[in-house]
């Protein structure tokens, strides 16, 4: 039994470093008192990131879909899923990830500010998920999933939102937000 245990877990750890190409593991220690940890990572062959942010209560995962060309980001607290179109105006290509986190870990605060992509969320869930790939649809399954459209601009041009939002900020390249649904505040 004991055997099985450890030949199981030992297969579970060559099977995930060579199905993941790339990966970036980061610690964040002393951010108002918190600590997180984050990890990103990127299978080449599938085109598929996969980051996953564990910060307590503020916990989420996300799957960046390039070959479907959606992403989905899995909300623990809210027990949600939200899936939205990948902007590849601003998200880089899977192959230059590691390279843009490297140097913007190199750069800091001297670099240029992260991007940030805001979404308005929709207030009905979908009801099929197969559309948006094998690897979004095992991430929400089970969860009640809803779709978000980009607006434009960001957070600081014409959009204002009093309601509910989540951040969700990949190292030091990104701030998504997304708000606006009620059923899941």
């Not at 600590?35 to 980051?51: E, W």
């Not at 996953?52 to 879909?65: A, F, K, L, M, R």
């Not at 969700?168 to 708000?179: E, M, P, R, T, V």
């Amino acid at each position: 039994m004991k055997l099985s245990i450890v030949i199981a877990a030992l297969l579970g750890v060559f099977l995930t470093s060579s199905l993941a190409t790339d990966n970036v593991n980061e610690n964040n220690q002393g951010n108002v008192g918190g600590n997180s940890h984050q990890t990103v990572s990127i299978n080449n062959d599938q085109h598929v990131a996969n980051i996953d942010t564990n910060d307590g209560w503020h916990s989420w995962n996300s799957v960046w879909d390039y070959k479907y060309g959606f992403m989905a980001t899995r909300i623990f607290s809210k027990k949600v899923c939200i899936i939205s179109k990948m902007n590849r105006k601003v998200l880089p290509d899977i192959v230059v990830i590691p390279k843009v986190i490297k140097e913007k870990k190199k750069s800091g605060a001297q670099g240029p500010p992260p991007g940030e992509l805001r979404y308005v969320v929709s207030k009905t869930t979908i009801p099929d998920l197969t559309p948006y790939g094998k690897n979004i649809e095992a991430l929400c399954r089970g969860l009640p999933t809803y779709v978000a459209r980009e607006v434009e601009g960001g957070k600081g041009a014409n959009f204002f939102y009093s309601g509910s939002c989540f951040d969700a900020n990949i190292l030091w390249l990104f701030n998504i937000g997304f708000c606006g649904n009620m059923a899941w505040k």
